[in-house]
């Protein structure tokens, strides 16, 4: 609780200037409102919506108000149509009052002791007085409003773009003393996920995400490049060709020549879209995507050892400090956002000038995404949360760039679903004002919309008990896979918890079956019986006796199969079934991973064999024709389930070459 309010001072107030004795005064008087709250007698008496089918409410909206608060209340009414079957009726506050009315934002009907102040854009608040329901709000405020009390007062459920529960009831009811606010706790929540671009669709604000779309209440920061992010090589060129992001190479930064260049065309871009738009308010300037490749003159080598100790992080860090200075002294109030991640860390005996955000990426090569940042002993881990604390002090704004997926890998398993709790309220422990979330594509194996569902959830608030998480994921699988095949998912991914949950588990830029999955070391080779009749007969299939089992371990992917098919058996129809077999495809996806690691064991086994049979029937080539199987068959699953990314960069061709895996199936 003091965290929760602790986070809502910290958005709304300069903490710095606040003394500590009116900051605790305020939490001393909050906390004694909670518990006075929380020791009061429960409360069971109910008011009555809808009664059998009828009802004298109607929702009430300002005249004055536009199409956020218009579209908000036409989703109340649909949803509550759904429920019961009853349609309430849209009236504007110039209509005479009646007491039976559920009242969104601010109208002629008075404030009813709400401040909206204190709940800003995204808040709302849900509040019974007398007879009426008020959900009050800004204008994303009263859509969240609305989402909140669909859920948490008339039971519906808002988990994927093509995935909702609606109960259904000729009578609607709820508690008649209703009195709760509910304030995001990150200030920006979105994610790379398609339904989150969705313009016309409010799929997003179900979940509590902020998307750009005006209709519904949200209006993006304005940004001087059209291309986003990665931009140094757009700046210094002055051309935003999307080619340009898979530069990895770093242009010089401390060159006069080029920051001349540079800085000429923010200036451009800034006036650009201020005169298109009214405003800009943001300069991204951002190194280019990917470690390494960084100038190595003397002019930033000597910056890097100065501020970086050797690292580029020096000469960075002091040219992203001379362009806010250059670009405030004409606009001032632009927010210049950088990136901070891999040889960007925090700088030495180098203060970063005011204005200057920047996204903290989680992932690199060795971060541990099994464990939470800062439970384990992983290196990365505890370096990113030291940096995350030096950041805090340095930065106007922290962006957290989070990856839930491996970009690299899009249907593996990836068993960082618990973790993802601890790293949210370790992201607003330590102050973020964002964070944006990478999982995989839209269709993909590894639980994308279960992630996405989660992040969402926690994006809005992180601080739920381990018990209210552990219930939203067993809530997601019993509606997106079905009551019953959703308890085998839910298994499954208990398993993968039991099977990897004490290895450290470092797949975010790729995979390495051999270190991230020790389930998978060689187990004594198995020799099967090979009978005369098999031996006599000229069209067995050799091939088929590669089998995995034959070579390694499989007690986990037995068990995973089992629990998948037992799902796809009990599936309640075709949508759902589907959505089975595609998250089943992280098993099939490991099982090949397993049988290439173990090939080097085919000849062994192979010549093995052949003296127990007395024939040279087997030969290591029959195990790649193996493995190509493996691989036609992973590519048809795929191909049958709508996948079309292996990974970030590889898409799932036509005419893949199976004797490589997935990633390298365009060789």
């Known amino acids: 609780m003091l965290e929760y309010i602790y986070k809502y001072l910290r958005r709304n107030f300069n903490m710095r200037k606040l003394r500590i004795k009116t900051i605790s005064l305020i939490l001393l008087s909050l906390l004694t409102v909670s518990l006075f709250s929380s020791c009061a007698i429960e409360h069971k008496n109910f008011m009555t919506i809808i009664d059998n089918g009828e009802s004298n409410y109607k929702i009430v909206i300002s005249a004055q108000d536009d199409s956020p608060v218009k579209n908000a209340a036409s989703e109340l009414q649909k949803y509550i149509s759904q429920i019961s079957g009853k349609t309430l009726e849209i009236v504007t506050d110039e209509v005479g009052e009646t007491k039976s009315e559920i009242v969104l934002g601010r109208t002629a009907r008075g404030d009813f002791g709400i401040d909206y102040t204190a709940l800003g854009d995204d808040g709302y608040a849900v509040k019974v007085v007398d007879n009426k329901i008020v959900i009050a709000g800004g204008l994303r405020g009263v859509i969240y409003g609305v989402y909140g009390f669909l859920r948490d007062e008339l039971g519906c459920g808002f988990y994927a773009r093509d995935c909702e529960y609606i109960p259904s009831s000729s009578t609607v009811k709820i508690l008649d003393n209703v009195n709760r606010v509910d304030i995001p706790v990150f200030s920006d929540r979105w994610a790379y996920w398609d339904f989150y671009y969705d313009t016309d669709s409010p799929s997003a604000m179900k979940l509590g995400l902020n998307p750009n779309s005006k209709d519904w209440g949200s209006d993006w920061k304005i940004h001087a490049s059209t291309m986003g992010m990665h931009t140094i090589n757009y700046l210094l060129s002055g051309v935003e060709d999307p080619k340009m992001h898979t530069y990895n190479k770093q242009p010089c930064v401390s060159s006069d020549e080029n920051y001349n260049k540079i800085l000429e065309h923010a200036i451009a871009w800034i006036e650009r879209q201020i005169n298109a738009y009214g405003r800009c308010d943001i300069l991204d300037v951002s190194q280019n995507d990917g470690p390494g490749g960084w100038c190595t003159c003397q002019r930033c080598t000597e910056l890097n050892n100065l501020y970086g100790k050797g690292l580029p992080t020096g000469s960075w860090w002091y040219f992203i400090n001379r362009i806010a200075t250059d670009v405030h002294k004409i606009y001032p109030n632009i927010e210049i956002v950088t990136y901070a991640y891999e040889d960007t860390r925090p700088p030495v005996d180098l203060e970063i000038v005011d204005g200057v955000s920047a996204f903290v990426a989680t992932g690199n090569g060795t971060s541990c995404v099994t464990h939470g940042i800062g439970k384990c002993d992983v290196n990365a881990n505890s370096d990113f949360e030291k940096a995350l604390d030096s950041w805090r002090t340095k930065l106007q704004n922290i962006y957290i760039y989070e990856y839930l997926g491996c970009p690299s890998e899009f249907n593996m398993t990836n068993p960082n679903l618990y973790s993802m709790h601890d790293n949210f309220k370790l992201f607003a422990d330590k102050g973020a004002y964002s964070v944006t979330c990478f999982a995989t594509d839209d269709v993909a194996a590894d639980f994308v919309a279960l992630r996405y569902y989660l992040m969402s959830r926690l994006n809005w608030n992180p601080y739920i008990t381990d018990i209210e998480y552990e219930n939203l994921i067993n809530d997601f699988c019993k509606h997106y896979y079905g009551n019953e095949s959703g308890k085998y998912v839910k298994k499954f991914i208990d398993l993968v918890m039991e099977t990897f949950g004490n290895e450290h588990v470092e797949i975010v830029y ?158």
């Open 510 to 667: 790729g995979y390495d079956i051999k270190k991230e999955f020790p389930i998978t070391k060689r187990v004594p080779l198995i020799y099967p019986d090979v009978t005369d009749e098999m031996l006599n007969d000229q069209n067995f299939d050799w091939v088929s006796l590669f089998k995995l089992e034959y070579f390694a371990d499989t007690t986990y992917t037995d068990a995973a199969n089992a629990l998948f098919d037992k799902a796809e058996e009990l599936a309640e129809d075709e949508i759902k079934l589907n959505r089975i077999e595609l998250a089943h495809i992280q098993v099939q996806y490991y099982e090949l991973y397993m049988f290439d690691y173990i090939n080097s064991s085919f000849r062994l086994w192979a010549d093995t064999m052949n003296k127990k049979i007395g024939s040279k029937k087997l030969t290591v080539a029959m195990g790649i024709e193996r493995y190509k199987q493996l691989n036609k068959e992973l590519w048809q699953t795929l191909r049958a389930h709508g996948v079309e990314r292996i990974s970030e960069k590889v898409e799932v061709m036509d005419n893949p070459n199976f004797a490589y895996n997935p990633k390298d199936w365009n060789k």
